[in-house]
């Protein structure tokens, strides 16, 4: 169901080179059948693959000859995502937590295992302006817990399908950013901050000190139908300068991460990815950083209470090297989808 006051189905994408490359891949990946081939051989169970098996109708084109043909989510009902914030998702209420480790190189240095989460909420129609919110906490195992900046992010973000309805495909932008007020900001304290941020792998601007600005570019292509197989691309780029009473100049970060998933799903309700991500630090150690992750998701869509829809619950497990530095991260997300006036997506 499309969103209450939308003005009916979203524009189609004109099949640029680049789309029909990466539609090529996803065809090939798992031995996938065409969208609606082989019905009468896969009934049994088809609603609980991603858009049905052999895929369902796109509900901003029903077939005006089927009386209540069964439907798919939509072109803004994606698959799996990698990141939990992002900017693609439907509208949520998630939880994400995390623990992770880095052991220094040269000269050798185990530093301190970290232990986070944070609470992010998602609010979102198919094509349109977005929002995000997140708080969070981190500790280190020799130290106590420590609120995290509070962001806010706004975007555009827009949803529609490539050749026919075999393919969904979105692109979202955003901006944002936040601090934490309760943070003491003297010599000692932004020092603990930056040294946190560090260690902090690819969350850095969630414990930076002042203000980080955030900007995020996402782009998705995903075939329609049982497994959904996807390719999915995101930049983020973060900045900002520290700063402490005595005045003290400290020099601009400057973090630019760079990521690419592919993935699908392999059964009912189960979808694994692959996600490797580059990263780009300046003014902080460990520059050229790498994340090699491997993640599982399962969905409940039966799951539904109150305000509350589809359930998700993931977990992902990554290495992670630099120049100077190796180390591992585990994190794991519980998150629910929100349904205002039915489905958004």
């Given amino acids: 169901m499309r969103l209450a006051g939308s003005t009916g189905r979203p524009p189609l994408v004109p099949p640029s080179s680049g789309h029909r490359i990466a539609a090529a891949v996803l065809v090939t990946c798992g031995a996938l059948r065409p969208a ?26 029903p077939p005006a000859s089927i009386s209540d043909p069964p439907s798919h989510g939509g072109a803004a009902s994606f698959g799996v995502l990698p990141e939990v914030d992002s900017p693609l998702g439907p509208s949520k209420l998630a939880f994400t937590a995390w623990t992770n480790q880095l ?9 301190p295992v970290l232990y986070g989460g944070q ?15 997140a708080v969070g906490v981190e500790r280190a195992d020799d130290d106590r817990f420590r609120l995290s900046n509070t962001q806010a992010f706004v975007g555009y973000r827009h949803a529609s399908y490539l050749l026919g309805t075999a393919f969904r495909v979105g692109t979202a932008i955003r901006i944002g950013g936040g601090g934490d007020p309760t943070s003491g900001s003297d010599a000692a304290s932004v020092a603990r901050r930056e040294s946190l941020a560090a260690l902090s792998l690819l969350r850095e601007a969630m414990f930076g000190f002042d203000r980080p600005v955030i900007g995020t570019l996402e782009a998705r292509i995903e075939m329609v139908g049982c497994h959904a197989p996807f390719v999915d691309l995101r930049v983020d780029a973060a900045t ?45 150690p460990y520059s050229g950083l790498t994340r090699v992750g491997l993640g599982w ?20 497990a990554s290495a992670i090297t630099s120049s100077r530095a190796t180390g591992w991260d585990v994190t794991a997300v519980i998150a629910w989808q929100l349904l205002w006036q039915g489905r958004l997506q």
Avoid: N
């Avoid at 052991?103 to 530093?111: E, F, R």
């Fill in 297 to 316: 998701e399962w969905r409940a869509d039966e799951f539904h209470i109150g305000p509350f829809g589809d359930l998700h619950l993931g977990v992902r």
């Fill in 36 to 61: 609606h081939a082989g019905i009468a051989e896969r009934m049994s169970g088809t609603e609980h693959w991603k858009d049905g098996c052999p895929a369902f109708f796109a509900p901003e084109e």
């Fill in 119 to 133: 609470l992010v909420f998602h609010a979102a129609a198919p094509s349109g302006v977005f929002f995000t919110g």
């Fill in 103 to 111: 052991t220094q190189l040269s000269p050798s240095a185990t530093q």
């Fill in 240 to 284: 900002w300068r520290p700063s402490d009473d005595a005045a003290t100049r400290y020099p601009r970060v400057f973090l630019l991460p760079i990521s690419a998933a592919v993935g699908g799903f392999f059964r009912p309700h189960q979808a694994i990815y692959g996600e490797f991500t580059w990263q780009y630090r300046l003014h902080l």
